[in-house]
């Protein structure tokens, strides 16, 4: 779930939820660099008005599955927008947004699609909110799917408009490079303007109003979840909100890993959700193997979440944790990846976890473009 700076990535536009860094002072941090592919140019298109739609899609497959977690303890639930009660096997209601087609016979437009209590997806909205500009870096999508924000290259500017495109609010960036802006609730969008090592993090409301600077001197790109700015090392997490609430997290993982990504923050901050990794000879990502974790940042405390396939244990796992939400139970929902670096797309299931890392059932989601991703 990291936004990469300048450039499309192959991770899901998807949106992530509230908080802000505060204070001016740079979190000091190992460095860490993550790869990232681009995305096909667009053809230009205009945007259509806002359709709202009740299209349910087959249902998903849902398949209950047992696992095991780590060996560390689960030391402690979490609050985040949870429903399902404690030890339950329910699915909260889940948001999906589906990324817009180019260059497809179909051409299909951005959309957003709910669960159904059923298992099926529900398509409740579509457009194309970016008209198919030359973005600078991925489009991020509000929590509630109702927004898009994006960096428009050509212009120079961060451009906060309707899901549909319509009522735009524009705020130039002055030509400085910029972080791919992220969601901080669903009013209210974090950016960074500035060199790498040296950036300027900004808050702004959805109308354009309300400018905050909330930190100078950040070393990169941060990852937005539950409240908080997640800035990644290799070994170590730093989190923070706008409150100046600040922790540094140094999860006790096996030897070996380095940190990939945080995909889940709980609104508390007391639990996190990461993906690691294997180091490979010369930086390739090529052979790289995904394990994926759940910590607890007071203690530094890890689970591990069993892998969907037993074989994927060999030799390290498989499969990335790329978003989450964080129960109230300490459950989690995540999305995990579970292509191969070999392939050209990803390949995301949805996994209902036990506290334990116990894997209580998976879903699929909804069939079409591969681009997209869990909000909420």
């Given at each position: 779930m990291n936004l990469g700076p300048f450039t499309h990535t192959t991770r899901p536009a998807s949106a992530r939820r509230s908080g802000a860094l505060a204070g001016t002072a740079a979190l000091l941090l190992l460095a860490f660099g993550a790869a990232a592919c681009g995305t096909a140019d667009p053809k230009t298109t205009p945007a259509p008005t806002e359709t709202a739609a009740a299209t349910a899609v087959p249902a998903t497959g849902d398949t209950p599955a047992a696992g095991t977690g780590g060996s560390v303890p689960d030391a402690a639930s979490a609050v985040a927008p949870a429903r399902p009660a404690v030890g339950s096997t329910q699915w909260p209601q889940l948001t999906w947004y589906t990324a817009e087609e180019h260059g497809q016979k179909q051409n299909d437009p951005a959309r957003i699609w709910r669960r159904t209590?059923?298992?099926?997806?529900?398509?409740?909205?579509?457009?194309?909110?970016?008209?198919?500009?030359?973005?600078?870096?991925?489009?991020?999508?509000?929590?509630?799917?109702?927004?898009?924000?994006?960096?428009?290259?050509?212009?120079?500017?961060?451009?906060?408009?309707?899901?549909?495109?319509?009522?735009?609010?524009?705020?130039?960036?002055?030509?400085?490079?910029?972080?791919?802006?992220?969601?901080?609730?669903?009013?209210?969008?974090?950016?960074?303007?500035?060199?790498?090592?040296?950036?300027?993090?900004?808050?702004?409301?959805?109308?354009?109003?309300?400018?905050?600077?909330?930190?100078?001197?950040?070393?990169?790109?941060?990852?937005?979840?539950?409240?908080?700015?997640?800035?990644?090392?290799a070994q170590t997490v730093a989190i923070a909100d706008e409150r100046g609430v600040r922790r540094a997290i140094s999860p006790r993982l096996p030897a070996g890993l380095v940190i990939g990504g945080v995909a889940a923050i709980s609104g508390n901050g007391r639990t996190l959700v990461i993906s690691a990794h294997t180091t490979s000879p010369g930086g390739c990502a090529c052979s790289e193997r995904f394990r994926s974790y759940r910590i607890d940042a007071v203690s530094g405390a890890v689970t591990e979440l069993a892998p969907l396939d037993p074989a994927w244990k060999q030799p390290t796992g498989h499969g990335e944790a790329i978003d989450g939400v964080v129960l109230a139970d300490g459950g989690l929902?995540?999305?995990?990846?579970?292509?191969?670096?070999?392939?050209?797309?990803?390949?995301?299931?949805?996994?209902?976890?036990?506290?334990?890392?116990?894997?209580?059932?998976?879903?699929?989601?909804?069939?079409?473009?591969?681009?997209?991703?869990?909000?909420?």
């Open positions: 209590p059923g298992g099926s997806w529900q398509l409740v909205r579509s457009g194309r909110p970016e008209n198919s500009k030359n973005l600078n870096g991925p489009l991020a999508v509000s929590p509630d799917g109702r927004r898009a924000a994006w960096m428009e290259a050509s212009a120079r500017r961060l451009v906060i408009s309707e899901f549909d495109g319509t009522k735009r609010h524009v705020i130039p960036t002055q030509g400085q490079q910029t972080c791919a802006p992220s969601w901080l609730d669903s009013g209210r969008v974090l950016y960074g303007l500035g060199p790498e090592k040296e950036l300027t993090l900004i808050a702004v409301n959805a109308d354009g109003t309300g400018q905050k600077v909330l930190a100078t001197h950040h070393p990169k790109c941060p990852t937005v979840s539950g409240g908080w700015i997640a800035q990644v090392g929902v995540v999305q995990v990846n579970a292509a191969t670096p070999a392939d050209g797309a990803p390949a995301y299931r949805l996994v209902r976890y036990a506290a334990s890392g116990r894997v209580l059932a998976t879903a699929s989601v909804p069939a079409g473009q591969p681009w997209g991703g869990l909000l909420g």
